[in-house]
């Protein structure tokens, strides 16, 4: 089971100083049985409290607020997880068989 360690970066430079702004964050890795997340870890510019809440999929999103005037923004993500195998279904119908198929259903929507 390989194991990653992923480091993403997300750099705001303002022209001119900004007083506030408002983000939202979709950095935040799913655990499921395709991977587990041993760690995250995220770093943002000013240490601003970021709150979390659960989309309608399931994923995390997170918000944050930074009031207080900046010329650069940065938002740092590093995670490391573990992946596991995913089987993949044998193809059983013809390639032939499958165009039909699509045929059949292309009228449909």
């Not at 995220?42 to 997170?62: A, Q």
């Given at each position: 089971m390989p194991d990653y360690h992923i480091h993403h970066i997300t750099r705001?430079?303002?022209?001119?100083?900004?007083i506030d702004c408002t983000n939202q964050l979709m950095l935040y890795p799913?655990?499921?049985?395709?991977?587990?997340?041993k760690e995250h870890e995220l770093r943002i510019t000013?240490?601003?409290?970021?709150?979390t809440f659960t989309?309608?999929?399931?994923n995390k999103i997170g918000m944050f607020s930074l009031?207080?005037?900046h010329q650069e923004l940065v938002i740092e993500s590093e995670i490391r997880v573990t992946t596991f195998p995913v089987e993949v279904p044998p193809d059983t119908v013809s390639a032939e068989e499958q165009w039909l198929e699509l045929r059949r259903t292309d009228d449909s929507y």
């Amino acid at each position: 089971m390989p194991d990653y360690h992923i480091h993403h970066i997300t750099r705001y430079s303002y022209a001119s100083t900004v007083i506030d702004c408002t983000n939202q964050l979709m950095l935040y890795p799913l655990n499921d049985t395709l991977q587990e997340v041993k760690e995250h870890e995220l770093r943002i510019t000013g240490n601003p409290v970021v709150e979390t809440f659960t989309d309608y999929f399931g994923n995390k999103i997170g918000m944050f607020s930074l009031i207080k005037p900046h010329q650069e923004l940065v938002i740092e993500s590093e995670i490391r997880v573990t992946t596991f195998p995913v089987e993949v279904p044998p193809d059983t119908v013809s390639a032939e068989e499958q165009w039909l198929e699509l045929r059949r259903t292309d009228d449909s929507y």
